[in-house]
């Protein structure tokens, strides 16, 4: 499966931005998608993720209430909406899936098998 991020851009600091990962080659579906996001410096940190067969969605400690991850089975689309950006919220953001039936949420990077190639959001304050 081949994922493609996109929607990064700039933006100044209290705005919004929608990011999309949208999967080809095979479907999302019975599997886990997440967000993780990388800061210059840092480590890579969880964002979000959620079951593409329903249940609950997970967030990080950091955007809970300010991000929303959402899906179109349908679009073979994962979204995340992002509000009340912060410039710490600065960081090249991936989407990942995990491999196919694995079904429980994971905030480990490493339970992630597929990776898309990353889009840069930039918050100015």
């Known amino acids: 499966v081949q994922l493609q991020a996109s929607g990064g851009g700039l933006v100044q600091a209290g705005g919004s931005l929608r990011l999309s990962c949208a999967a080809s080659?095979?479907?999302?579906?019975?599997?886990?998608v997440g967000w993780f996001r990388r800061a210059q410096g840092k480590a890579r940190e969880f964002v979000a993720a959620?079951?593409?067969?329903?249940?609950?969605?997970v967030y990080g400690d950091s955007v809970k209430g300010r991000f929303t991850i959402s899906r179109d089975n349908a679009e073979n689309t994962v979204y995340l909406q992002m509000n009340s950006l912060k410039p710490e919220d600065t960081a090249l953001y991936y989407c990942?899936?995990?491999?196919?039936?694995?079904?429980?949420?994971?905030?480990?990077?490493?339970?992630?098998?597929?990776w898309g190639q990353g889009t840069l959001v930039t918050v100015s304050s």
């Open positions: 990942a899936a995990r491999a196919p039936r694995l079904t429980v949420v994971r905030t480990d990077p490493n339970a992630y098998a597929y």
């Open positions: 080659g095979r479907t999302f579906s019975g599997s886990v």
């Open positions: 959620i079951p593409l067969s329903g249940g609950s969605t």
